[in-house]
């Protein structure tokens, strides 16, 4: 049974997306184009609602499956969230996304905290990281100020929409014991 929904207080909610999100979600999509196309190369291949179902078939086919998960305010989409599970139940990615409405009051923040006490809690991963390109900022700041660590630079091992080619990503790391540590 997945562990979402998670209710993070004051209204915001993590869960998983469905089928219906498709429309609301695509219009997130459409309207932050500019913010997103930087550095995700999804953008692309999301360009009609259709597109966006397409994917969500995806990733609510499996109940279990938690890599496809919005946090909505109130009922309505803020930002995109997933847990993207390694092989053998090691390691597993966080990746993130926002909407230029919900930028900086700590949304993702909390929904990625909320996901990496599923990920080593629940799920018993032993390591959780995080990517971000060296000039996206705002995305790095997250695993910065939640105690990960910076463990690498993969050299353009990424790109965001084609007109913007590749780019390096940073690669941010917590183990399980450092998670257990600083709670």
Request: glycine share 10%; hydrophobic share 45%.
């Amino acid at each position: 049974m997945s562990p979402l929904p998670v209710d993070l207080g004051e209204g915001v909610v993590l869960r998983r997306y469905t089928l219906e999100d498709a429309d609301g979600l695509y219009a997130a999509v459409d309207a932050n184009r500019d913010r997103l196309d930087p550095w995700m190369p999804w953008t692309e291949m999301t360009r009609s609602a259709e597109d966006q179902r397409a994917w969500l078939e995806t990733v609510t086919a499996n109940p279990e499956d938690m890599a496809g998960c919005g946090v909505y305010v109130d009922g309505s989409f803020a930002a995109g969230v997933g847990l993207h599970q390694g092989e053998f139940g090691v390691a597993c990615e966080i990746g993130y996304w926002n909407t230029r409405e919900w930028e900086g009051r700590g949304l993702v923040t909390r929904a990625v905290l909320a996901l990496m006490g599923i990920a080593f809690d629940e799920l018993g991963f032993h390591r959780v990281y995080i990517k971000a390109a060296p000039g996206n900022v705002r995305s790095r700041a997250i695993p910065e100020r939640l105690g990960f660590v910076e463990e690498a630079v993969l050299r353009e091992d990424a790109r965001g929409a084609a007109a913007f080619g590749f780019h390096d990503l940073v690669v941010y790391g917590m183990l399980e014991d450092e998670w257990r540590a600083r709670r």
